[in-house]
């Protein structure tokens, strides 16, 4: 990662999008005009490796993705004192789309979005590729693209997104509904398939060490269809998800942590020009309901929880909140997850259960049975368990296995219709449900209709 010393610069909205440049001058990595207008095997390559700089950019920073979600998931708190917006934002809403907060989750994955679709006209007009190198770097770019996508539409839901992003500056594209979008992302991973398929058998450029065992374009293939099980789960196409299950890197036949542990993940360092992981940062701490909620085996507490969590001295929200539990789960150079094998299992068990076939209920307990007792140390769940409850069963082990490694319980309980799940801490705290566009977007669009949707 640190071999590529320049982050194309994140724009403002689509609107600006083709305002791109580089944050720092560096003549190995030339300017988005050169890689639009003049496409070279280098600079295609070097943009390539920057799609995964910029996606990574919004993920770990104490504002970020992955502490964003988990304060709207009742995940996490941050007792920022110098910006109340953590609580009277995230917290007591509504999301606001001019601030930081609610205006998130647009801006950096358009630009990424933008990236990439330069990266693929680049990749078939540059010269010096092969057609498998070709089709490898286009492979690769559009599963990331369709990752950027995703951001997008699980923080902004039936507000919608923008799906065309080669338009030109004056001809801004459509924001469209949320079926649209998952239809462009699913388009987007499948035709990610069939490219990596005639990519031969090696990439034209580098992946970073959080995609030790994806760094073929057979083996990322892999990770595409694990990212294709995710999207397919979260539109109800279970059957689609269990043959994506089928092609993606699912071991069910793992005895220990390093098995479920097996995923490609977003890498940080100290090193010079890299990022740190921001989710260290003092002033965030683990809600107690994560406590409170967690299963035991007799005295042993879920060791999901204890894992990643661990008791302290009272946090104070200036008066207004208190914890007294920090994660566990970082460092400033601990890697934040992509998708993992343990996500996988659940992803198939969801997918079982979501067939209503009581038929296939054992087979997703099964599934969780696998996660629960190698990842939380607990006591297998009883195959009789009715279809409600395999439902409930979903929700917590997922909400454990996955926590604060990207909003999933957010997501998860509003997938489910179950946001009234969520705690509310203080009276006149709300359930953000979605974020709202931003409004340098809908300055840029007079009259949008999606501009008028609220977050809560």
């Not at 789309?97 to 358009?110: H, L």
């Not at 509904?177 to 992302?185: L, M, N, P, S, T």
């Not at 946001?419 to 359930?431: A, K, N, Q, S, W």
Request: proline share 5%; net charge negative.
């Amino acid at each position: 990662m640190t071999r590529i010393t320049a982050l194309f610069a994140l724009c403002a909205s689509v609107a600006a999008l083709s305002a791109c440049g580089i944050d720092v001058p560096d003549l190995n990595n030339p300017p988005i005009e050169d890689l639009r207008d003049n496409p070279t095997r280098e600079n295609v390559i070097a943009a390539t490796t920057g799609l995964i700089i910029g996606q990574r950019g919004d993920v770990a920073a104490a504002n970020g993705y992955v502490a964003q979600l988990g304060i709207l998931g009742r995940e996490a708190y941050n007792f920022d004192g110098a910006d109340p917006r953590f609580i009277g934002e995230l917290l007591a809403g509504p999301l606001q789309k001019g601030s930081p907060f609610g205006g998130n989750f647009w801006a950096g994955p358009y630009a990424n979005l933008h990236l990439g679709s330069l990266v693929v006209a680049g990749a078939d007009t540059a010269a010096g590729f092969s057609d498998s190198e070709r089709a490898g770097v286009k492979g690769f770019a559009h599963t990331m693209m369709a990752l950027d996508l995703l951001r997008v539409i699980v923080t902004h839901d039936t507000v919608g997104a923008v799906i065309d992003v080669d338009n030109p500056v004056d001809e801004l594209a459509p924001i469209v509904g949320k079926d649209a979008v998952y239809a462009e992302i699913a388009r987007l991973l499948d035709d990610s398939a069939t490219e990596l398929g005639a990519a031969g058998t090696a990439f034209a450029f580098p992946l970073p060490s959080g995609f030790t065992g994806f760094t073929t374009p057979a083996s990322f293939l892999t990770f595409n269809r694990a990212i294709r099980a995710r999207v397919a789960v979260y539109t109800g196409d279970y059957a689609g998800a269990l043959t994506a299950l089928g092609g993606s890197f699912l071991d069910d036949t793992v005895a220990n942590l390093d098995g479920l542990n097996v995923g490609a993940y977003y890498t940080f360092s100290t090193r010079p020009n890299d990022l740190t992981n921001g989710l260290v940062n003092s002033n965030i701490w683990a809600h107690p309901s994560l406590k409170a909620d967690a299963q035991t085996n007799g005295a042993a507490v879920d060791a999901r929880f204890t894992r990643k969590v661990r008791q302290l001295a009272m946090g104070d929200g200036a008066g207004m909140l208190e914890s007294d539990l920090k994660f566990n789960a970082y460092s400033a150079t601990a890697p934040v997850p992509i998708i993992r094998n343990e996500e996988l299992l659940l992803l198939r068990a969801e997918a079982l259960w979501g067939l209503n076939d009581p038929a296939m209920l054992p087979a997703a307990i099964a599934d969780l049975n696998r996660v629960r007792t190698i990842s939380g140390g607990l006591a297998a769940l009883a195959t009789t368990l009715t279809a409600d409850q395999v439902e409930d069963e979903l929700l917590y082990n997922r909400r454990y296995s996955l926590m604060f490694e990207g909003g999933h319980r957010w997501i998860d309980l509003r997938r489910f219709d179950r946001l009234t799940d969520l705690p509310l801490d203080r009276e006149g705290h709300v359930r953000n449900q979605r974020y709202p566009i931003p409004q340098a977007e809908c300055d840029a669009r007079p009259g949008e209709p999606a501009c008028t949707v609220e977050s809560m």
